[in-house]
């Protein structure tokens, strides 16, 4: 849930990159965080193991103007990819109020992301969040990818987000094809979620 300070006039919301290790979640926040710098008013923090690129989490408030009279400030976070990380992903999804699912487009990553989703849900339940109900924004990462052999769009489709029905975008995090539209998506549904907290 939002933190909202009516004091201060001021929500803010917190949204999660989930999705498999090396899946380009990290490359997202890199690429915003260089696109936005001028309206980003903190360093990105990012711990980095041999084992996932990203261990705990990448911090980048991210100030988008005013909501029914608060100003708001959304804080992006990315989860580490692997299992063995998996107390350390539950911990980043804690008030999470929106999840941008950064699938791989790499065939060979097929049951990586299928896996991963369901991780994602099983995380969100112990925190008694429903992924049909909770905003969500899928990424096909990758798609520029010629060297290895890409998922077709609709077998990915098929697989992810038959059921939920998330609004999602082909990408390329690695040259910000559609990192930002990503963004964009997932604040929008986020905010319309939380306007319903606002008076």
């Not at 708001?72 to 299992?83: A, F, K, M, N």
């Not at 990192?179 to 986020?190: D, Q, Y």
Request: charged share 25%.
């Amino acid at each position: 849930m939002a933190f909202i300070n009516y004091k201060k006039k001021e929500v803010q919301a917190k949204i999660v990159y989930y999705g498999p290790g090396r899946g380009g979640k990290t490359t997202n926040l890199e690429y915003i965080h260089r696109q936005c710098r001028g309206r980003v008013d903190s360093d990105m923090v990012s711990i980095r193991t041999h084992g996932d690129r990203t261990l705990f989490f990448d911090f980048l408030p991210f100030d988008i103007g005013m909501v029914k009279g608060f100003n708001v400030r959304i804080q992006l976070y990315t989860v580490p990819g692997q299992v063995m990380y998996n107390a350390t992903r539950r911990l980043v999804l804690k008030g999470t109020d929106g999840v941008v699912f950064v699938a791989d487009s790499l065939s060979a990553r097929r049951e990586h992301n299928f896996l991963s989703l369901k991780n994602l849900q099983e995380n969100l339940a112990v925190y008694k969040k429903n992924i049909l109900q909770i905003p969500l924004v899928f990424q096909y990462n990758k798609r520029d990818v010629k060297d290895d052999p890409v998922l077709p769009l609709n077998t990915m489709e098929t697989e992810l987000n038959s059921r939920l029905k998330a609004p999602y975008f082909e990408a390329s995090a690695k040259n910000g094809m559609n990192v930002i539209p990503t963004l964009k998506a997932i604040i929008s549904k986020t905010l319309i979620s939380l306007e319903g907290e606002l008076r």
